[in-house]
């Protein structure tokens, strides 16, 4: 009875749990509707903003060109400059049954599809801040111009440390309690509707109770075990990206209570990330600099010196968030991402150039093989045949698929340019995971449903939590996306 006494209780009327781009959309949604809202954030307030803070705020967005987009993004002197492809609702979904193999759920695409725009501009009417991605999404042309590929271009200023900044400030403009260090550990439950959550903090338990609970705590890349259990035998020394605090207990908390598992548990997010570079998890300050992502202009080797992927099949925006699991296959789960001195001008300032990188760089390939303990006589007859099988007649063009390939084995469709040019430069990466494509199943509202395919009365759930979009890949930008227009669905009804 004692322990009973002891135990906080308090009232309100929606919780959110999880404090990263969804759960704060879905504060919103909820706030401007006069609803008393709490936010539940694991973390203390300065390792608050989930996986969210640890993103370049990239949103993947449909719209008709850059005179569609200036009434969303901050004016820039380089506009003048600029060349914005269109990204139609077509491409939109195109891309997304592409890179999931046709795994992506067609409902929840097609509301992604048609209300990601009108989302991001009803936040920027909030107070959220939006600008084209010139450092990630575009090159600089010989006649000074920029031209952005790949159908990504939106982000938000500040990157995803700008972006929760903007979420919390709005969010306390509008009364909403926000509690730091309370990590959700069950719901509570009467006659099969959810009326609460119970949570740790460091003053004890609590029992929150409130009409509607929005879960958008994640997924389970943070956790080892899970990791193990659901992608597999070597998926625990994968690097965490971002918050150590997604840890499955939401998913496993409304499973318990009968909701349906959704999306593909057996894959993931995952990426080329800094292999050596002390403190290369959940690093607030490098956040997103610690990936490698001018993948496609080189060439990639595994420790044997020897190539394993096309690493200019498409665009980065469809590529990269599947390669670190192909990585992770590898000797060791280290790779070399080698480029020469033609490339090594071309190499995002901002993940190549950061404080305390990891690189080898010498004067010829079998020196540099020598430096990164690869063998010599391998790595030379790679890159000579990759050199020797290039296509030396169409021109090398970094913002379309080019075409110029190399014939080598493996094949590399696109940006095959011959790395003939000293110094060369090998960076090492490894499998940095982000987030796991597994949660719970919930209508196209983000009501989550149980395993009869009825809505459990007072739940409901976006962000990584929500699962069904993707599947293997993912196309840069839509999870941010998903986190905005599901997070403010569910959130117009809790």
């Known amino acids: ?23 704060f959309t879905a504060v919103h949604a909820a706030a401007t509707r006069g609803r008393k809202v709490m936010l539940l954030e694991r973390g203390t ?11 370049a705020g990239a949103t993947r967005i449909v719209h008709d060109g850059l005179e569609d987009l200036q009434d969303l993004v901050e004016h820039d002197d380089r506009h003048d400059r600029s060349v914005v492809p269109p990204y139609s609702a077509d491409e ?19 509301v992604l599809v048609k209300e990601v725009s009108p989302t991001l501009r009803w936040l920027k009417s909030l107070g959220l801040k939006y600008r084209l991605m010139y450092e990630r999404q575009a090159y600089e042309r010989p006649d000074g111009s920029f031209l952005f590929w790949g159908g990504l271009h939106v982000g938000n200023v500040g990157g995803g ?12 403009e509008h009364g909403v309690d926000i509690r730091y260090g309370y990590r959700a550990t069950s719901l509570i439950t009467d006659g099969g509707k959810v009326i609460g959550v119970r949570a740790d903090t460091d003053e004890g338990p609590v029992e929150i109770f409130a009409e509607s609970v929005v879960l958008t705590a994640g997924g389970f890349e943070s956790n080892p075990e899970m990791r193990r259990e659901y992608l597999g035998d070597g998926w625990e020394n994968a690097k965490v990206r971002g918050t150590p605090y997604n840890q499955g207990d939401m998913i496993r908390a409304a499973l318990s209570i009968g909701a349906d598992a959704g999306g593909d548990f057996s894959t993931c997010h995952s990426v080329q990330w800094d292999a050596y570079t002390p403190n290369n998890e959940s690093n607030r300050e490098l956040t997103n600099r610690l990936t490698r992502q001018s993948y496609f202009l080189g060439v990639i080797v595994n420790r044997n010196g ?8 498409d665009y980065r925006n469809y590529t990269y968030a599947k390669y670190g699991r192909e990585i992770l ?3 060791g789960s280290v790779a070399y991402q080698i480029f020469d001195s033609t490339l090594r001008g071309m190499l995002r300032t901002e993940e190549y150039d950061m404080p305390g990188i990891s690189v080898e760089s010498a004067d010829s390939i079998a020196e540099l093989a020598r430096k990164i303990n690869v063998d010599e006589k391998t790595l030379v007859a790679t890159v000579e045949d990759y050199n020797d099988k290039a296509d030396r007649e169409i021109e090398f063009d970094p913002t379309v698929k080019d075409g110029k390939s190399s014939d080598a ?51 409901y759930a976006a962000g990584e939590m929500l699962g069904g979009l993707f599947s293997s890949n993912y196309p840069g930008g839509s999870g941010l996306a998903a986190g905005c227009v599901f997070g403010r669905r569910a959130g117009a009804l809790a």
């Not at 009875?1 to 759960?23: F, P």
């Not at 307030?45 to 993103?55: I, K, R, V």
């Not at 939109?92 to 409902?107: F, H, I, M, S």
Request: glycine share 14%; proline share 5%.
């Open 329 to 331: 296959k590898q000797p």
């Open 1 to 23: 009875m004692a322990l009973q006494d002891a135990l906080r209780r308090e009232q309100t009327e929606v919780i959110v749990v999880g404090g990263g781009n969804a759960g």
């Open 45 to 55: 307030e300065d390792m608050a903003g989930g996986n969210s803070f640890y993103t």
């Open 409 to 459: 084995e493996p094949k590399k469709s696109n940006w095959a340019l011959p790395l003939e040019a000293g110094p060369f430069y090998a960076y090492p990466v490894t499998c940095g995971i982000t987030f796991t494509f597994g949660g719970v199943k919930t209508d196209t509202h983000g009501r989550v449903l149980n395993g009869d395919g009825e809505h459990i009365e007072g739940l």
């Open 92 to 110: 939109y979904r195109a891309d997304l049954e592409k890179v999931t193999e046709g795994k992506n759920d067609p409902e929840l695409t097609d």
């Open 306 to 313: 020897e190539r394993f992927l096309d690493e200019g099949a």
């Open 161 to 172: 440390e700008g972006l929760i900044a903007d979420h919390t400030r709005v969010a306390r």
